[in-house]
C-alpha cells in the first residue's frame, strides 16, 4: 500500500468514529442543533488563519513548482468561499467569533503551528492531509445533502471533483516525499495526533 493508505489504516478506528461522528450524522439529516452547530462553526472559524498559513508553508517548502502551484490555488479558496461560508453561517446563527478556543481547537492550532515552523514539508503536509482526507471522507455519503444551505454549503465545501482532486494531490505529495530520511516517522506522529484532534474537535461540539 502506498504510505497514505498506511497512515489512514493506522489511524482507522479513530478516523471511523470522526467520520461516523453523531454530528456529521445529524449534519447530512440537517438537524444540528443550532447551539450545537454555532459552537462547532465558531471553533472552526478559529482554525481559518492558521490554516491558511500552514497552507503558505506548503507553498514555501515544495520542492516542485506543480505542487506548489496547486497548493496556491486552494489557498486562494480557502480565504474566498471557506471564509465568506463562515461569515454568512455565523452570522445567521447569531454567533460571534472570534470566541475563545476549546482544548481540542487549541491542540489543532498548536499542531498547525508546530507543523509551520518545522519548514518540513512532509509534516506540512500530514497535517494538511487529515484536514482536508478526512473532511472529504464524511462530506461524500451517498445522496443529496440537505436543502438548506447552512447545512448544504458547509458539505459542498469539502465534496466533489475538484476537492477529492486536491485531495488525491495532497496523498500524492506526502506518497512522493515520505521515503526522505526520517520523513515518515514524523509524518506518522502529526498524522495520527491530527486525527485524533478531529475526532476530539466533533465531540466538542456538544460540549
Do not use: K
Not at 500530514?126 to 458547509?154: F, I, N, Q, T
Amino acid at each position: 500500500m502506498a504510505f497514505s493508505d498506511d497512515l489512514r489504516a493506522a489511524t482507522a478506528t479513530t478516523w471511523d468514529a470522526a467520520v461516523g461522528h453523531r454530528f456529521v450524522d445529524e449534519l447530512w439529516a440537517g438537524t444540528v442543533d443550532d447551539a450545537v452547530l454555532a459552537q462547532y462553526l465558531a471553533q472552526d472559524a478559529l482554525f481559518l488563519d492558521r490554516f491558511v498559513a500552514l497552507l503558505g508553508a506548503a507553498v514555501a517548502h515544495a520542492d516542485r513548482p506543480s505542487p506548489r502551484m496547486a497548493v496556491a490555488r486552494q489557498l486562494g479558496l480557502v480565504a474566498g468561499d471557506e471564509d465568506d461560508y463562515f461569515h454568512r453561517a455565523l452570522s445567521r446563527l447569531g454567533a460571534t467569533a472570534p470566541v475563545e478556543p476549546l482544548p481540542a481547537t487549541r491542540g489543532f492550532l498548536e499542531l498547525m503551528d508546530d507543523a509551520r515552523r518545522s519548514a518540513h514539508y512532509g509534516e506540512v503536509l500530514a497535517v494538511l492531509l487529515v484536514a482536508e482526507w478526512l473532511y472529504l471522507d464524511w462530506a461524500s455519503r451517498p445522496g443529496p445533502a440537505p436543502e438548506d444551505p447552512l447545512y448544504r454549503d458547509w458539505i459542498d465545501l469539502h465534496r466533489g471533483p475538484a476537492f477529492a482532486a486536491w485531495v488525491d494531490l495532497l496523498r500524492r505529495e506526502a506518497d512522493r516525499v515520505a521515503p526522505e530520511p526520517g520523513a515518515r516517522d514524523r509524518m506518522a506522529a502529526a498524522f495520527t495526533r491530527a486525527v485524533e484532534l478531529e475526532l476530539a474537535f466533533f465531540d466538542a461540539a456538544y460540549g
